[in-house]
Structure formats: C-alpha cells, structure tokens
C-alpha cells in the first residue's frame, strides 16, 4: 500500500511541478516588469548630479528626484563660496573682521561645521575648512585663470590664517565667532557629500527605498538594486579616465571618491591640485585617489556622504599608512587608496566587496 501512495505522489508532484514553477517564473517576471528606473541629471554644486531612483510609480519618483535636486539647490546657496550672497560668503566677509563676535548660523551650516571639526580632529588637521586662503591662492576653479605656482612667502603668509581651533562652535545658540581676522571657511570638501545626504533624506520621505545620488563622484546608495542585487560601482584608473581599477559591489552606503585628477594642472612635469595640505600649505603628494566608503547602520544613518567626503580628503591629505589606520579605527568605515606609486591599499573590510580589475 506504502508503495502505491508513494507512487501516486510521485506522479501528481511529476504534473504539478511543473505548473509551479511556472506560477513562479510568472510572478517574477510580472513583478519585474512593475519596476520603473528614473534617472534625472542636472548641473549642481559645480559639477554634474545624477540621481537614480526604482520603485512602481513612475509620478511619485519623478517628484521625489525634483524634490531631492529643489534641497541640493538650497544646500548650494548655503554652502557656495562662489556666489557672494551665500550664507558662506556673508559668515566669510563677517569673521574676516574677527574681533570675537558670535555670528549665528543656519542649521545646516552648524551641522557642517561639527562634522567638519569631527575629521580635522581625528585626522590631526589634515582636513581643515579654514584652509580657503590657500584655495584662493592655489585658484583651481574650473576655468580658473592665471594659474601659477605661489611664492613660498605668500603661503607662508596664508598659513597664519588655516587653523580650525580658530573656529569657535557654539551649539547652545547655533553661532561661531573667531578672534583672528582674516580666517575663511571653505566647505567645499564637505559641502557635496551633505547635500547628497541631505537629497536622501528628501528621497526617503517619498518612501523610496532603492537609488543612487551621485555629485561627481560622491555618491549615496540607497538598499539595493530592486529585485536584491547590490549596486556596482566603478572606481576609476586616476591616470586613465576611459579605465576603471576595481568593482565595488555596494547596498546601503556612502562612497566618495577624492582624487587629484579632476582639477589640477602640471608645470615642469609635477602635478598641482585642489586638495591642499594644510600643514605646508602645496597640494598634497601623499596619495593620487582615495575612495571612502561608509556603510549605513541603524546608529549612524543620517550625514554618512558629509563624512565619507570629508574622510576622503583627509585621508588623501594622510597618505596610505596614516589614512588606512585611520579609517580602521572608525566603525562601518572602509577605504581604498591609490598610493603616490600608483599601488592600492585598503582596508581588510573592502576584500568582501570589491573586485579588482587589470
Ligand atoms: P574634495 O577632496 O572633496 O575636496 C577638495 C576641495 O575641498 C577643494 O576644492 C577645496 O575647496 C577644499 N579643500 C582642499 N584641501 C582641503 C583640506 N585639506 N581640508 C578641507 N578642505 C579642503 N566649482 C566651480 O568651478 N564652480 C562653482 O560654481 C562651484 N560651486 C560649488 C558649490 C558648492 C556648494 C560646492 C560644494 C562646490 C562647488 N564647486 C564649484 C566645486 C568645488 O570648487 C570643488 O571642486 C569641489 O567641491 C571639490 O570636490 P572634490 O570632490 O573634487 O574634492
Ligand atoms: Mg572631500
């Protein structure tokens, strides 16, 4: 009897298999075809912002990428040295005449302050916002004009004035003051990544749940790709822009890439950039690219982008074996650097995610 009714399961199982796994398929393939990408790009923050979102309905994603580039333009007017009325600009021409007196300051611009403060004092000011006399100086906007090596006097002149201890941060009344004249603030090092946290807050509020924000290079990762792959991410050869160095499998993080390839120019076959060395005052030769990643946990979610960029300057700044045990002593933070020779060194974390390329 045992073996009849086996038997007879066996075969009913033989017809219906079939049927499910074609119910599957169905599903899968019904689910799949649901899924709408948008992808909106615009000229942002000096330089070109992609943002990449999926879900089902294709109104409410096209209003959260609108939503998202509306909160980018205003991070922008906040924290833009560029245009003479931005809060930076008008905080820049106040503290210049130093004197102690406490200047209130948006929410925003307080919170780039403190995380800005956080790296300059892990990184033992390798990432110092009031390094904007040197940048003025070094003028490596785009397009920027009369580009020339500074006298060692100048800079040494500029050097009194790049010190973030000179920053006082009041919390209780969201002001600062200084008491030397002369300092500027220069956000540009930060600025990008808290606006690309600041465009994810706005997605999230959409209910968005799977994206990419990308200001040139300093980008966030929101949950996976639909259907539960990771987002893969390429890290570009410093030294050959049509090339990429690895493959980076990521869900759910922040990675920024900090590099001196985009704005520099050569002079006597040596390479000068944007990212200044605060202690010397010259662009920093102590790296070619960095790349920080910083995974999203249930502590840390909210300004991950602000502190990978800044990590990722400061780091550069560091070199390879100052950066890396840096980043190892932050928790969720992983980096990938390409030395001054052109070799790589990363952290052990980066082995599960990344695929090098030759
Ligand atoms: P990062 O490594 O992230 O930062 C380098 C930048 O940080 C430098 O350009 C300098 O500003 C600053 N910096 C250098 N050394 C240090 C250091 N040791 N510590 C801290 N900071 C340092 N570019 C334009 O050409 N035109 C624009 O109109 C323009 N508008 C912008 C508006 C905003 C709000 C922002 C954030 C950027 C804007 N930019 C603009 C781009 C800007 O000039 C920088 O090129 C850009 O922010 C650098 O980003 P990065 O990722 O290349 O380098
Ligand atoms: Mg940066």
Do not use: C
């Not at 611009?109 to 990432?127: D, H, I, K």
């Not at 006399?133 to 060692?152: A, C, H, S, T, Y």
């Not at 920080?292 to 780091?315: C, E």
Request: charged share 25%; net charge neutral.
């Amino acid at each position: 009897m045992k073996i009849v009714k086996a038997l007879k399961a066996k075969s009913i199982l033989k017809y219906i298999l079939p049927v499910i796994i074609v119910v599957i398929l169905f599903s899968i393939w019904h689910f799949q075809r649901k899924i709408i990408t948008v992808t909106k790009t615009r000229l942002v923050l000096g330089t070109v912002v992609e943002i990449t979102v999926q879900g089902k309905n294709r109104g409410l994603l096209s209003d959260a990428v609108s939503a998202a580039f509306l909160r980018i333009s205003e991070i922008e007017k906040i924290a833009d040295r560029n245009t003479v009325d931005s809060e930076i600009s008008k905080l820049n021409s106040l503290a210049m005449l130093g004197e102690s007196k406490k200047i209130p300051v948006s929410r925003e611009t307080l919170e780039m302050l403190n995380l800005a403060r956080g790296v300059s004092e892990s990184s033992g000011g390798a990432f110092d916002i009031t390094v904007a006399p040197l940048v003025d100086l070094w003028n490596f906007k785009e397009g920027g004009q009369n580009r020339r090596i500074p006298e060692k006097g100048e800079i040494r002149e500029r050097l009194k004035f790049v010190d973030y201890r000179n920053v006082i941060i009041d919390k209780s009344d969201n002001s600062i003051s200084s008491d030397l004249a002369g300092i500027k603030l220069d956000l540009g090092g930060i600025a990008k990544g808290y606006a690309v946290d600041e465009a994810v807050l706005v997605l999230r509020g959409f209910g968005v749940e799977s994206g990419v924000v990308n200001a040139g290079g300093d980008m966030a990762i929101i949950g996976n790709k639909v259907g539960g792959s990771p987002w893969v991410i390429g890290v570009q050869d410093p030294r050959d822009a049509n090339k990429l160095i690895a493959l980076l499998s990521l869900e759910d993080v922040s990675v920024v890439t900090s590099g001196d390839y985009e704005r520099y120019f050569i002079h006597n076959e040596k390479r000068y950039h944007h990212i200044i060395d605060p202690n010397t005052g010259y662009p920093s030769n102590e790296s070619i690219s960095v790349t920080v990643i910083v995974k999203n946990t249930a502590k840390n979610k909210a300004k991950n982008t602000a502190l990978a960029d800044a990590l990722a300057t400061a780091i550069f700044v560091l070199g390879p074996e100052k950066g890396l045990e840096l980043a190892e002593s932050i928790d969720s933070v992983e980096v990938l650097i390409v030395g001054p020779s052109g070799k790589t060194f990363a952290t052990k974390g980066v082995i599960d995610i990344i695929e090098y390329l030759d």
